[in-house]
């Protein structure tokens, strides 16, 4: 084999892998996108301001806590959070984004951290089960700071 011959074959080998990554990543994308259709089957559509005023507006929390808390959920989750709700559980109905990102917690919490400028510990993390929860949380955080 020439030299010439072993860089087409070569070329020729990582056009096919990038081809294969690139159709699993569509494949990937197309499977998440189901699921978070399947998660939010028969849910309206919520403006950040509608789903502050239906789950938090009687409960002295912010509406930039929880408008902030939403978009960091769409921004690390890759998401439209357009149909979240308070009750939605992060180990129940919500688990499946852990399937294709594994460290989107830690990644939800930093930013969460930075984004509040609050500190959240692991333990207080792992007890929170609910997006409710969460945003009660953030709320007490930022109200201490």
């Known amino acids: 084999m020439t030299v010439a011959q072993a860089i087409v074959a070569s070329i020729a080998v990582l056009v096919i892998v990038v081809w294969m990554a690139r159709r699993e990543i569509r494949a990937q994308k197309r499977k998440k996108a189901q699921k978070i259709d399947d998660a939010f089957s028969g849910r309206e559509s919520l403006t950040s301001e509608a789903f ?14 929880v408008a902030g808390i939403r978009a960091i959920l769409e921004k ?3 998401a439209d959070m357009s149909r979240l709700r308070a009750e939605d559980a992060f180990t129940q109905n919500l688990s499946f984004f852990w399937d294709f990102d594994s460290m989107a917690n830690v990644e939800i919490v930093v930013a969460l ?13 792992e007890k929170t089960r609910t997006v409710s929860e969460l945003v009660q949380l953030v709320s007490r955080k930022v109200g201490h700071s």
Request: proline share 0%; glycine share 6%.
């Open 76 to 78: 690390q989750l890759d």
């Open 113 to 125: 951290e930075e984004h509040f400028q609050i500190k959240i510990t692991d333990s207080e993390a």
């Open 52 to 65: 502050y005023e239906r789950y938090f507006l009687g409960l002295g929390v912010k509406t930039d806590v």
